[in-house]
């Protein structure tokens, strides 16, 4: 059984920074691909970050290029996401998730593990 569990979530106003991490356990669990998205009321799930296990290249949604980091630690199986400049329109829960095909991808549909989401509130 695979579990993703996210933490670091919280309020906090616009030009500020936060970090979630993700920490990743199941005897199996060997994803070649993590990744955050978020979701904000009445919108779809967007991509925001992924990230390669082995390599560490990372990938990223426009909207957050240059503020937001992505990031892993394989030793302790735990993914983080710095976020700094933060604005009111990145108000979201972020979910975790991670996924096991070879190559890349930005659709949520295709990530087969997710945590439970936590909620980033951000005020202007």
């Known amino acids: 059984q695979v579990q993703l569990v996210e933490s670091g979530g919280g309020s906090v106003q616009a030009e500020g920074s936060l970090r979630l991490s993700c920490a990743a356990s199941g005897r199996t669990f060997n994803p070649l691909f993590m990744g955050w998205f978020r979701q904000a009321p009445g919108k779809d799930r967007e991509f925001v970050a992924a990230i390669r296990r082995s390599s560490g290249a990372t990938y990223y949604g426009d909207s957050v290029k240059g503020r937001f980091t992505i990031s892993r630690d394989n030793a302790v199986n735990t993914m983080y996401l710095q976020m700094n400049s933060l604005k009111p329109e990145d108000t979201a829960v972020y979910y975790c998730?991670?996924?096991?095909?070879?190559?890349?991808?930005?659709?949520?549909?295709?990530?087969?593990?997710w945590g439970q989401g936590t909620q980033v509130t951000v005020s202007s």
């Open positions: 998730a991670a996924r096991s095909d070879y190559f890349m991808s930005y659709s949520y549909l295709d990530y087969r593990y």
